[in-house]
């Protein structure tokens, strides 16, 4: 098993800056993608950026050049880097770690709640 517990998330002006963490324990080495993903009242649950065990990344369209997902895999950790953030960035942001090979080891954090306001 393994857990995921986010922080970082808060109250930012637009145009402004968070950095989120994702720190993970347990059996951290049984996954190899790192993941943020957001959902937005009433809204599905959506990939914000992707990150593989060999450090290629996914971005979303619509944070492409504004955000930027990093690993520390010393420290079990993996970041979200938002800047220039919008309104339509509010959401609930979770990170997920899973394993390219076995569709088990798939975990999901609880969420930090990102709020942006005019």
């Known amino acids: 098993q393994v857990q995921l517990a986010e922080s970082g998330g808060g109250l930012v002006q637009a145009g402004g800056s968070l950095r989120l963490s994702c720190a993970a324990s347990g059996s951290v080495f049984r996954t190899d993608t790192r993941s943020w993903y957001r959902q937005a009242p009433g809204k599905q649950r959506e990939l914000v950026a992707a990150?593989?065990?060999?450090?290629?990344?996914n971005y979303a369209a619509f944070v492409k050049g504004r955000f930027t997902i990093s690993r520390d895999d010393a420290k079990n950790t993996a970041y979200l880097q938002m800047n220039s953030l919008k309104l339509d960035d509010t959401a609930v942001y979770y990170c997920?770690?899973?394993?390219?090979?076995?569709?088990?080891?798939?975990?999901w954090g609880q969420g930090t709640q990102v709020t942006v306001s005019s």
């Open positions: 990150i593989t065990s060999g450090g290629g990344t």
């Open positions: 997920r770690f899973y394993s390219d090979y076995n569709l088990d080891d798939d975990y």
